[in-house]
């Protein structure tokens, strides 16, 4: 079992930062694939971006080169530092863990964090 807690939400302007954090307790957290999803409402849940075991990354075109994702194993902690943020990326965003493998959609993650909202206003 593991237990994700995400943190680093908040309201922001439009071109402005945030940065999520989301450490994780249970199991041996190095190897678990991490990613980072959202969902604004009324729409679907996606996943914006993952990093795997050996620290490969995707990111969603709609965030490529404005979200960086990274992890610190020691600390059980993953990152989503998010720059030029616009009012499209408005939505609660999710950690999400699944064992050694990467997921390429939502419903492959086994764990789940319990959201932190994102508000950009413009």
């Known amino acids: 079992q593991v237990q994700l807690v995400e943190s680093g939400g908040g309201l922001v302007q439009a071109g402005g930062s945030l940065r999520l954090s989301c450490t994780a307790s249970?199991?041996?957290?190095?190897?678990?694939?991490m990613g980072w999803c959202r969902q604004a409402p009324g729409k679907e849940r996606e996943c914006v971006s993952n990093?795997?075991?050996?620290?490969?990354?995707y990111y969603r075109d709609s965030v490529q080169g404005r979200f960086t994702i990274s992890r610190d194993n020691a600390k059980s902690t993953v990152y989503l530092q998010m720059n030029s943020l616009k009012p499209e990326d408005t939505a609660v965003y999710y950690c999400?863990?699944?064992?050694?493998?990467?997921?390429?959609?939502?419903?492959?993650?086994?764990?789940w964090g319990q959201g932190t909202q994102v508000t950009v206003s413009s």
């Open positions: 990093i795997g075991l050996t620290g490969s990354t």
């Open positions: 999400a863990a699944r064992s050694r493998y990467i997921a390429t959609s939502a419903d492959e993650y086994n764990y």
């Open positions: 249970g199991r041996t957290f190095s190897s678990y694939v």
